[in-house]
T-cell receptor, first 114, second 111 residues
Framework: GAVVSQHPSRVICKSGTSVKIECRSLDFQATTMFWYRQFPKQSLMLMATSNEGSKATYEQGVEKDKFLINHASLTLSTLTVTSAHPEDSSFYIC??????????FGSGTRLTVV | TQLLEQSPQFLSIQEGENLTVYCNSSSVFSSLQWYRQEPGEGPVLLVTVVTGGEVKKLKRLTFQFGDARKDSSLHITAAQPGDTGLYLCAGEGSSASKIIFGSGTRLSIRP
C-alpha cells in the first residue's frame, strides 16, 4: 500500500523560532497533500491543501503567513511553522491520496513550543 | 463547511459487549471513510463506503453508509480490549478534493 513518511516525529523549539516538518510520499507521486492539526483529545482539523507547483489552499481561519507550505516536488511537501508560540504546540499530520487506494496518513509530528 | 458529528464522544464498555458509533452530517458525501487512531500515531484506514445503503464487514466490525450518503455507523460485536482507540469518520465531498474528519469517538474496552 501507499506509504507516507513524516519527519521529524517529535520536535521541541523555543518560542519565536521556526520549525519545518517534512511529508514524503515514498512509493508514489502526490500532486496534492494535506496538512492537519490535532489538539489533545480532539479530532483532526484540516489546515491546508498542498498543491505541487502552485500555492497551497488554506482552510478558513488558518494563517497562511504563519504556516508556510511548500510543495516543490511530486513526493515532498513541507510545513513551516514560523515564529512559533506555545499555542502552536500540537500534533501535525500530513496525508496524501493515491488514486483509488484512498488517503494515507503520515505518523505525525508532535510539536512542543517552550 | 461540511460538518461531521460523531456520537458518542466517549464510550467505555466491558469486554464482550456490542456497541455502535454514529457519524452524522447534513451534507452529502461521495464517500465516507472510517479510521482508527492510536495515541501518537496517524489515523489508519479501516474502510471506505461509497454507495448509499452499502454495508461492509471487517471481522467484528460492520460499517453502514446511509441511503442518502449523509450518515454512517460503525458497529462492533463482542468488543475486545484491542479495539480501544479513537475512531474517526471522514467524508469526501463531491469534488473529491479533500476529506473532513468527524469529531471522533474515544472507545475504551475494559477487560
Amino acid at each position: 500500500g501507499a506509504v507516507v513518511s513524516q519527519h521529524p516525529s517529535r520536535v521541541i523549539c523555543k518560542s519565536g523560532t521556526s520549525v519545518k516538518i517534512e511529508c514524503r510520499s515514498l512509493d508514489f507521486q502526490a500532486t496534492t497533500m494535506f496538512w492537519y492539526r490535532q489538539f489533545p483529545k480532539q479530532s483532526l482539523m484540516l489546515m491546508a491543501t498542498s498543491n505541487e507547483g502552485s500555492k497551497a489552499t488554506y482552510e478558513q481561519g488558518v494563517e497562511k503567513d504563519k504556516f508556510l507550505i511548500n510543495h516543490a516536488s511530486l513526493t515532498l511537501s513541507t510545513l513551516t511553522v514560523t515564529s512559533a508560540h506555545p499555542e502552536d504546540s500540537s500534533f501535525y499530520i500530513c496525508s496524501a491520496k493515491r488514486g483509488s487506494e484512498g488517503y494515507t496518513f503520515g505518523s505525525g509530528t508532535r510539536l512542543t513550543v517552550v | 463547511t461540511q460538518l461531521l458529528e460523531q456520537s458518542p464522544q466517549f464510550l467505555s464498555i466491558q469486554e464482550g459487549e456490542n456497541l455502535t458509533v454514529y457519524c452524522n452530517s447534513s451534507s452529502v458525501f461521495s464517500s465516507l471513510q472510517w479510521y482508527r487512531q492510536e495515541p501518537g500515531e496517524g489515523p489508519v484506514l479501516l474502510v471506505t463506503v461509497v454507495t448509499g445503503g452499502e454495508v461492509k464487514k471487517l471481522k467484528r466490525l460492520t460499517f453502514q453508509f446511509g441511503d442518502a450518503r449523509k450518515d454512517s455507523s460503525l458497529h462492533i460485536t463482542a468488543a475486545q480490549p484491542g479495539d480501544t482507540g479513537l475512531y474517526l469518520c471522514a467524508g469526501e465531498g463531491s469534488s473529491a478534493s479533500k476529506i473532513i474528519f468527524g469529531s471522533g469517538t474515544r472507545l475504551s474496552i475494559r477487560p
